[in-house]
């Protein structure tokens, strides 16, 4: 039988001696109620993503993905700073198009098809990610089909809100030729 006059004691000496897993694990928590995709999901929501994340750190100059090769996962930066580029077709050189920092994602497109990847990503210094693949999003739907549905709602407006963007990049440019032309 638990003696209940030693549970305060013991609940002071877990929080006094932390565990470091428990600590990361919160903070990867925070991290995630914080990120575009996972906001409007609850504590306990967000520990069962948590588990379906591949958590990576990769190297300085090693590549998250790279161009041309299929799809298959949303890369949340916890920690880092990532090159986002393209190849140039004239000279075979590479052209950096962005660079993103920690507290961002990328490869968003890829939870919605497996088509070949515009631009390559390469981390630029240590770079720690937190990788949601398409498969688990999936396999979600039919597990916890209301938190997926989240996910994906986030997902439509942060491609709408791209494509409202690059939709005025587009008319902003084509005013400024024939402003030229004129």
């Given at each position: 039988m638990e003696n209940k006059e030693n549970k305060p004691l013991a609940n002071l000496y877990g929080y006094i001696f932390k565990d470091e897993k428990n600590t990361q694990e919160m903070d990867t928590l925070d991290f995630l109620a914080d990120s575009t995709f996972f906001k409007k999901l609850s504590r306990r929501q967000l520990k069962?993503?948590?588990q379906k994340l591949h958590i990576r750190t990769?190297?300085?100059d090693e590549f998250l993905f790279e161009f041309g090769n299929p799809g298959a996962a949303l890369f949340l930066i916890e920690e880092g700073e990532v090159s986002i580029e393209i190849p140039d077709k004239l000279d075979g050189s590479t052209r950096v198009v962005t660079t993103i920092?920690?507290?961002t994602?990328?490869?968003e497109i890829a939870l919605l098809n497996n088509d070949e990847r515009t631009a390559s990503a390469r981390a630029l210094k240590t770079t720690r990610t937190l990788a949601l693949y398409r498969?688990?999003?999936v396999g979600m739907t039919k597990t916890d089909p209301e938190i997926a549905s989240v996910i994906?709602?986030?997902l439509a407006q942060v491609l709408g809100k791209r494509l409202m963007t690059t939709t005025k990049m587009i008319n902003e440019q084509k005013k400024?030729?024939?402003?030229n032309a004129a």
């Open positions: 069962k993503v948590l990769f190297r300085e920092g920690s507290n994602f990328l490869g498969n688990d999003l994906y709602q986030s400024e030729q024939a402003k």
